[in-house]
């Protein structure tokens, strides 16, 4: 069975910082492509941040320099690191386990992320 706990979210003042992670069983981690993407309300959900199999990161223009993908393949987690948080950053923020080899793809439960101004 495929698992992917999301955690770390909370209520923030701007410019504060979370870190979100995502514990991942039943798949071969190495394996997977990792993204973190957020929904928020009354919108669609957008990327936030990827990291591939082999390490290689990509963000979204709207948090580069500010968020931080990692990912520990000893522990099956991925992390977020959120700083100088703002309030458009409100959201819920999902993980992602995508494989580049195949068409699966899952998802975690999701974590909300508030930012107070």
């Known amino acids: 069975q495929v698992q992917l706990v999301d955690s770390g979210g909370g209520l923030v003042q701007a410019g504060g910082s979370l870190r979100l992670s995502c514990k991942v069983s039943?798949?071969?981690?190495?394996?997977?492509?990792m993204g973190w993407y957020r929904q928020a309300p009354g919108k669609q959900r957008e990327l936030v941040a990827i990291?591939?199999?082999?390490?290689?990161?990509n963000y979204a223009d709207s948090t580069k320099g500010r968020f931080t993908i990692s990912r520990d393949n000893a522990k099956n987690t991925v992390y977020l690191q959120m700083n100088s948080l703002k309030p458009e950053d409100t959201a819920v923020y999902y993980c992602n386990a995508g494989s580049p080899y195949n068409s699966r793809d899952y998802w975690g439960q999701g974590t909300q992320v508030t930012v107070s101004s």
């Open positions: 990291i591939t199999d082999e390490g290689s990161t």
């Open positions: 039943g798949i071969i981690f190495t394996r997977y492509d």
